[in-house]
């Protein structure tokens, strides 16, 4: 796996400290934050992989900082819409945002004029979790491999591919894969993963490649067939799904993340506060289990080593974008 993927590690032990001095002197306007309800900005409908890890954050959250905690769904447009929202709202820890490399680094970067900068928007709080995505297909559908599927695709070139949106991880990995494979895929764009996935359930698309949450259940009635994963191990949700890269595209490989940001500005003592509140709802077996269920690999990364992992992020997505010569239409 790549090493950015791995900065967690890394930064974990060189600048783990930095947090504990942080944390020892909060400021007055720290301790006393929160004093009404926050709002939890999710940038895509429900049902879908980022809006399940808010779910699953969301009662924790509620009960250490002892205030509601509001989930807002505000998606569109490849999730710039929410995410917009969230970096215009006041600096002052009650509107925070479930950010994600696809509005947070990707779409940006392909964007000429791009509605917020994707690195200077936002303050970190903490980064949770890493995810991959499932391709998955129809089970009506006469084909059980990747290669299946590449050999169908260049026999009967445009088969149709449900995705989030122009620029997200999901959508990448399906250009990666035409281009590695060299075929023909006709784009269909949805609002959110359980959307698209569920048109693939009905036939009326040939196949997604979408995060593990809203898949899996579909997976595991029998309704949906996966044919292999973007991660370069095999998912301990899905053992038998080969990756992408085993079945004869080395190398291929798409990772996304799951963090907590703030509008930037945001003073240091509530971010810290929220660091602190997530994190201790995140370490609840609980949380954690329902976290790893929805195919999410649990991390811990506190302001400073998000900021970190977040830089690397963009470089990372800047190379692929400028290796792949992908461009917003």
Same mark, same amino acid.
């Given at each position: 796996? !790549?090493?950015?993927?791995?900065?967690?590690?890394?930064?974990?032990?060189?600048?783990?400290? #930095?947090? /504990?001095?942080?944390?020892?002197?909060?400021?007055?306007?720290?301790? *006393?934050? =929160?004093?009404? %309800?926050? !709002?939890?900005?999710? %940038?895509?409908?429900?049902?879908?992989?980022?809006?399940?890890?808010?779910?699953?954050?969301?009662?924790?959250?509620?009960?250490?900082? !002892?205030?509601?905690?509001? /989930? *807002?769904?505000?998606?569109?447009?490849?999730?710039?819409?929410?995410?917009?929202?969230?970096?215009?709202?006041?600096?002052?820890?009650?509107?925070? #945002?479930?950010?994600?490399?696809?509005?947070?680094?990707?779409?940006?970067?392909?964007?000429?004029?791009?509605?917020?900068?994707? @690195?200077?928007?936002?303050?970190?709080?903490?980064?949770?979790?890493?995810? &991959?995505?499932?391709?998955?297909?129809?089970?009506?559908? =006469?084909?059980?491999?990747?290669?299946?599927?590449?050999?169908?695709?260049?026999?009967?070139?445009?088969?149709? &591919?449900?995705?989030?949106?122009?620029?997200?991880?999901?959508?990448?990995?399906?250009?990666?894969?035409?281009?590695?494979?060299?075929?023909?895929?006709?784009?269909?764009?949805?609002?959110?993963?359980?959307?698209?996935?569920?048109?693939?359930?009905?036939?009326?698309?040939?196949?997604?490649?979408?995060?593990?949450?809203?898949?899996?259940?579909?997976?595991?009635?029998?309704?949906?067939?996966?044919?292999?994963?973007?991660?370069?191990?095999?998912?301990? @949700?899905?053992?038998?799904?080969?990756?992408?890269?085993?079945?004869?595209? =080395?190398?291929?490989?798409?990772?996304?993340?799951?963090?907590?940001?703030? +509008?930037?500005?945001?003073?240091?003592?509530?971010?810290?506060?929220?660091?602190?509140?997530?994190?201790?709802?995140?370490?609840?077996?609980?949380?954690?289990?329902?976290?790893?269920?929805?195919?999410?690999?649990?991390?811990?990364?506190? +302001? *400073? @080593?998000?900021?970190?992992?977040?830089?690397?992020?963009?470089?990372?997505?800047?190379?692929?974008?400028? *290796?792949?010569?992908?461009?917003?239409?």
């Amino acid at each position: 796996m !790549r090493d950015w993927l791995f900065l967690a590690k890394g930064v974990l032990s060189c600048v783990g400290g #930095l947090l /504990v001095s942080s944390l020892a002197v909060l400021p007055a306007h720290g301790q *006393d934050f =929160p004093t009404k %309800p926050i !709002r939890l900005m999710v %940038p895509w409908p429900p049902g879908g992989g980022v809006d399940i890890a808010a779910r699953t954050l969301q009662p924790g959250m509620a009960e250490n900082l !002892r205030q509601p905690v509001i /989930v *807002d769904n505000r998606a569109g447009a490849s999730g710039l819409i929410g995410t917009e929202m969230a970096a215009r709202a006041p600096a002052d820890g009650y509107t925070i #945002l479930i950010g994600a490399a696809g509005p947070n680094a990707i779409v940006p970067l392909l964007m000429p004029k791009p509605p917020y900068d994707a @690195q200077k928007a936002f303050t970190e709080v903490m980064l949770f979790a890493n995810t &991959f995505y499932v391709m998955a297909v129809n089970p009506k559908l =006469p084909v059980n491999t990747i290669k299946d599927f590449v050999a169908l695709a260049k026999a009967k070139p445009g088969q149709t &591919f449900g995705t989030t949106g122009t620029g997200t991880p999901a959508f990448i990995s399906g250009e990666l894969l035409r281009v590695a494979a060299g075929i023909s895929l006709t784009p269909v764009f949805y609002k959110g993963a359980a959307l698209a996935a569920l048109d693939v359930v009905a036939g009326n698309i040939t196949m997604t490649i979408e995060t593990v949450s809203p898949i899996i259940p579909h997976i595991k009635s029998g309704r949906l067939k996966a044919l292999g994963v973007t991660a370069t191990r095999r998912s301990s @949700q899905l053992p038998e799904v080969p990756t992408i890269a085993e079945s004869g595209y =080395p190398g291929f490989e798409v990772i996304n993340w799951y963090g907590v940001l703030a +509008p930037a500005g945001t003073p240091r003592g509530p971010v810290n506060r929220l660091y602190k509140e997530v994190s201790a709802v995140v370490k609840t077996p609980v949380v954690r289990e329902r976290l790893v269920a929805a195919g999410l690999e649990v991390v811990d990364l506190n +302001p *400073d @080593q998000y900021a970190a992992f977040r830089k690397a992020d963009l470089k990372h997505w800047a190379k692929v974008i400028k *290796d792949t010569n992908l461009k917003l239409d």
